[in-house]
C-alpha cells in the first residue's frame, strides 16, 4: 500500500524588475502558472503565489525557476527582509510603542538584534529573520514555520540583489585580492 502525502501549500510574492505591461505580463504568467495571482502596485508587477510543495525552500526556487525560464527578471521575494520599527509592529500585530521596548530592552529580556542599515538615521532597518528569531526565542511572537520562511527570503533577494550586477565576478575578485593582501 502507498501511501500518499498532501504537499503544503505555501504562499509568497514575487516581484518583477523593471516596468511592464500589465496586461501583457499577466496573460503569460496566467498561461504557464495556475497558483497564482498576478497584480500590479506602484507600477511593480506583483505575483502572489501559492505552491504546493514539500518545503517553503522548494516551492520559492520552483516558482524562481519558472519565472527566470519564461524570460523574467526578478527583483525581490516578499515578505522582505528589511525592517524598521512600523513594519515590525504590523507584522507582529503590536503597537510601535511595544516594538520600541523591545528595541531598548524596556520591555522583554533585552538583547534585541541591532540594526543592519540606516544605524544613523532615524528610521534604522533590521533583518527581519534576526528579529523574528529573537522574538520566537523569547516566546513573543511566531512559529517555527515563519522562521523557517524567513531566512530563505533573506538569502533569496541577496542572491537576486548579486545577480542583477554584471560586474559581480571582477568585484568579488578584487576583494579576495584585497583580503589575501590584508592577511
Known sequence: MTTVVKKKTHTFTILLEGKHDFETIAER???????????????VIAIDFSRDN???????????????????????VEPDDLVNENEIARRIDQSRQSVAQYISGVRGPGD???PVANVTGKRPLWHWHQVL???????????????DRSEPIAIANAALELLRHKDIQRIFQTLRD?????A
Do not use: H
Request: aromatic share 14%.
Open 178 to 182: 584585497k583580503s589575501d593582501k590584508a
Open 29 to 43: 504568467i496566467y498561461e504557464s502558472c495556475d497558483d497564482v495571482l498576478v497584480s500590479e502596485c506602484r507600477g
Open 133 to 147: 528569531k529573537w522574538l520566537y526565542d523569547n516566546n513573543i511572537w511566531g512559529t517555527q514555520c515563519d522562521i
Open 112 to 114: 534585541f538584534p541591532v
Open 54 to 76: 514539500d518545503t517553503f525552500v522548494d516551492a520559492m526556487l520552483s516558482a524562481l525557476l519558472q519565472l527566470f525560464d519564461m524570460g523574467f527578471q526578478v527583483s525581490r
